[in-house]
């Protein structure tokens, strides 16, 4: 059975950092064609932040958190990674982890082309 599971959230102030570790159980990081990130403001739908690729690393990033967010894989330690750095108020969301099984032409920014999500952790910045 395929589990991911997200770890790292917290209470921030504004423009301090976090770093959100994604772990997978069931099966291994590298056999999953795309890596992303979503979040889920409160009251708001869940948004794209960031995805990255299997085959040559390449990344995406939603156009808010580009130069502030940073998302990486480590196949080794079968884990994927957030590095959220001078966090903003509007930043507060359930962030989750989210894989994807082939690499055909996608919607990266979609999160109904994802196949596997965990269960979120909670990042709230403070003003």
């Known amino acids: 059975q395929v589990q991911l599971v997200e770890s790292g959230g917290g209470l921030v102030q504004a423009g301090g950092s976090l770093r959100l570790s994604c772990a997978a159980s069931?099966?291994?990081?590298?056999?999953?064609?795309?890596l992303a990130w979503f979040r889920q403001p409160p009251g708001k739908e869940r948004e794209f932040v960031a995805a990255?690729?299997?085959?040559?690393?390449?990344?995406r990033y939603a156009d808010s958190v580009k130069g502030r967010f940073t998302i990486s894989r480590d196949n080794a330690r079968n884990a994927m990674y957030l590095q959220v750095s001078d966090l903003k108020p509007e930043d507060t969301a359930a962030y989750y982890c989210?894989?994807?099984?082939?690499?055909?032409?996608?919607?990266?920014?979609?999160?109904?082309?994802?196949?596997?999500w965990g269960q979120g952790t909670q990042v709230t910045v403070s003003s």
């Open positions: 069931g099966r291994t990081f590298s056999s999953y064609a795309w």
């Open positions: 989210a894989a994807r099984n082939n690499d055909y032409t996608f919607t990266y920014t979609y999160w109904g082309q994802y196949d596997y």
């Open positions: 990255i690729s299997r085959s040559d690393g390449s990344t």
